[in-house]
């Protein structure tokens, strides 16, 4: 599979729910900088939930171009996927999903279309939970058990959030959760598919420059003190930060792990700080003024170095990753 390359660029994505319009915003920038599609770029990709989806648009036949992304998250296809009715809140207290799965089910056989695994223009790594076996699952187009599966329903077997949607159950090979309850940064278990592959064709990986792209879908930065949480019931932490800890707990730490196992030319990581207000960290929040503040964010971060007087913003990197996507360091 890279038998022939010397470097192998990874792209990760993470999880997050609506907030994958933020490296939806990335990505187009990207192929805007570049002037190629996102699938020419990498070798190797790798997408949870909300990242497991984008993966799977960059990568399916006719792929879906990074600003055709952006406009399924910006326009109808957010607000179909988390649809808010009056029977929202009695769907969730009764059923335990807060949204009806037709409308995300909608949204992905449209755009996934009937492809499969196999159908992928790159090596796609997509986890999910299956509940059965009480493991973690890893589809891959390479792997035999799940190159038949439909691209849709690997997108919405990584995506089915306890508490959001009821889970997804696809014939003969089990019933599943959002991947992020086990790996919502999927750059750790992309790094170490890779190296599998190359030692399954007798390559050394250390004879390989193994370059990680990892994009995240913010962090909050709101506090929560003892006495504000304290006497909180199980419909406040469910209703609250619970699942986003989960996901941003495990994020945090694939990133440490993957600052502390490659050097820094090696590692891009992408991640933005959400504002301290409400409703800017939740994984659903589809409002249309939620979304332009998510935007207009993501963008001082795109073209500035600077936000907020920090030196966090993402100018400069992105300028240096665009140039090291357009070497040609395959050998022939």
């Given amino acids: 599979m890279f038998e022939h390359q010397n470097e192998i660029k990874i792209l990760s994505i993470d999880g997050g729910g609506i907030r994958g319009?933020?490296?939806?915003?990335?990505?187009?920038?990207?192929?805007?900088?570049?002037?190629?599609?996102?699938?020419?770029?990498?070798?190797?990709?790798a997408g949870t939930s909300t990242g497991g989806i984008i993966s799977l648009l960059l990568n399916r036949p006719d792929p879906v171009p990074?600003?055709?992304?952006?406009?399924?998250?910006?326009?109808?296809?957010?607000?179909?996927i988390f649809k808010k009715n009056a029977f929202t809140c009695l769907n969730y207290l009764?059923?335990?999903?807060?949204?009806?799965r037709?409308?995300?089910?909608?949204?992905?056989?449209?755009?996934?279309?009937?492809?499969?695994?196999?159908?992928?223009?790159?090596?796609?790594?997509?986890?999910?939970?299956?509940?059965?076996?009480?493991?973690?699952?890893?589809?891959?187009?390479?792997?035999?058990?799940y190159k038949?599966?439909?691209?849709?329903?690997?997108?919405?077997?990584?995506?089915?959030?306890?508490?959001?949607?009821?889970?997804y159950k696809i014939e003969g090979k089990g019933t599943f959760i959002d991947g992020g309850v086990a790996v919502n940064n999927p750059a750790m278990s992309a790094f170490i598919e890779v190296i599998k592959i190359l030692r399954r064709e007798n390559i050394e990986p250390l004879s390989k420059r193994i370059i990680m792209v990892s994009l995240g879908t913010g962090t909050a930065t709101s506090s929560l003190y003892y006495d504000e949480i304290k006497n909180w019931n199980p419909l406040q932490w469910i209703n609250g930060p619970l699942i986003d800890t989960f996901f941003n707990g495990n994020s945090r730490t694939v990133e440490h792990?993957?600052?502390?196992?490659?050097?820094?030319?090696?590692?891009?990581?992408?991640?933005?700080m959400l504002p301290d207000e409400k409703g800017a960290d939740k994984l659903d929040n589809s409002d249309k003024k939620c979304l332009s503040r998510l935007k207009d964010l993501t963008q001082r971060?795109?073209?500035?170095?600077?936000?907020?007087?920090?030196?966090?913003?993402?100018?400069?990197?992105?300028?240096?990753?665009?140039q090291g996507l357009q070497v040609n360091v395959n050998v022939d």
């Avoid at 319009?21 to 190797?44: G, M, N, S, V």
């Avoid at 089915?160 to 889970?167: G, V």
């Avoid at 920090?310 to 990753?321: Q, V």
Wanted: proline share 5%; net charge negative.
């Fill in 21 to 45: 319009f933020i490296p939806a915003l990335l990505l187009a920038r990207i192929e805007q900088q570049t002037q190629k599609k996102i699938h020419e770029l990498f070798d190797f990709f």
């Fill in 66 to 80: 990074a600003s055709k992304i952006v406009d399924i998250y910006s326009n109808d296809g957010a607000n179909r």
């Fill in 94 to 100: 009764s059923k335990g999903e807060k949204y009806s």
């Fill in 102 to 145: 037709k409308g995300i089910e909608g949204v992905l056989a449209e755009n996934l279309q009937n492809y499969c695994l196999k159908d992928t223009l790159k090596p796609v790594l997509i986890p999910s939970y299956e509940m059965e076996s009480r493991n973690a699952v890893f589809f891959a187009n390479y792997d035999e058990r």
């Fill in 148 to 167: 038949d599966v439909y691209l849709k329903d690997v997108a919405r077997a990584t995506s089915a959030a306890p508490t959001y949607f009821e889970p």
């Fill in 257 to 272: 792990q993957l600052r502390t196992l490659l050097p820094a030319d090696c590692y891009y990581r992408f991640q933005l």
């Fill in 301 to 322: 971060y795109i073209d500035h170095d600077y936000v907020d007087n920090m030196p966090i913003g993402w100018y400069s990197k992105i300028n240096t990753l665009c």
